[in-house]
């Protein structure tokens, strides 16, 4: 059953520093999405991209934040200068219609 | 923003009995649902989805009722077994946007005690 993988499984960085987070949604799924579950907190949505375009970004998602599919397959989320409060799981989701969205497994970042 | 509400923490039931999860929202404009579960360390699992145009869906074990005058919905397992044990998140929706941004609630803790 074709399924989202996320890579790595877990990132450490120190603060300031830029990180990659990097997803390979299901082939033929078009909606992508990235969400972060802090430690002890609900799953918060962050952007959904659509058409080579974010769609929706939440308050969250600010200029440190960007997002790219640059290969027709895999589907990035940057942060170019990672603070404390950045810690948290990251999802990665894809959808065929918008409606069903599948994650992957998460990408545990810790932010020291 | 407490858009979508699980205000149970937690859920112990014996394996065979019906699990009842529930879920409260206040955004009227919410038209889609899921359920998702989610074992530690992994990812959230799609379970089951229902449209507001809908009142029950049923998927094998699993049935997901939406009462939308009371903002309300509920996931049923039955019959609970020890591998259903794991926390469930329900998840709305407002369709209209085009967006599928979903809001999540925190999640209830099901145990289920063989």
């Known amino acids: 059953e074709p399924e989202v993988t996320q890579t790595p499984s877990h990132q450490v960085t120190q603060m300031g520093q830029e990180v990659i987070l990097r997803c390979v949604p299901i082939?033929?799924?078009?909606?992508f999405y990235w969400y972060r579950q802090i430690l002890g907190q609900k799953v918060e949505f962050l952007v959904s991209?659509?058409?080579?375009?974010?769609?929706?970004k939440s308050e969250i998602f600010d200029d440190q934040f960007s997002v790219e599919r640059p290969d027709g397959s895999n589907f990035t989320l940057k942060i170019r200068s990672t603070k404390l409060e950045d810690s948290a799981m990251y999802f990665c989701?894809?959808?065929?219609?918008?409606?069903?969205?599948?994650f992957g497994p998460g990408t545990r970042l810790t932010v020291t | 923003d407490q858009q979508v509400k699980q205000n149970s923490p937690s859920l112990s039931v014996q394996e065979g009995r019906i699990s009842i999860l529930n879920c409260d929202y206040t955004?009227?404009?919410?038209?889609?649902f899921l359920w998702y579960k989610k074992y530690p360390a992994e990812g959230p699992t799609f379970l089951i989805s229902?449209?507001?145009?809908?009142d029950k869906n049923e998927d094998g074990r699993f049935t997901v009722f939406l009462n939308k005058s009371a903002k309300h919905l509920s996931l049923h397992i039955v019959p609970s077994q020890p591998g259903d044990s794991a926390v469930y998140f329900c998840?709305?929706?407002?369709?209209?946007?085009?967006?599928?941004?979903?809001?999540f609630g925190t999640g209830t803790r099901l145990k289920v005690l063989a």
């Open positions: 989701a894809s959808s065929v219609s918008g409606y069903e969205q599948y």
């Open positions: 082939s033929n799924h078009l909606y």
């Open positions: 991209f659509y058409n080579n375009e974010i769609s929706e």
């Open positions: 955004n009227s404009m919410f038209d889609y």
């Open positions: 229902i449209s507001s145009i809908k």
């Open positions: 998840a709305a929706t407002e369709s209209n946007s085009g967006t599928y941004k979903y809001i």
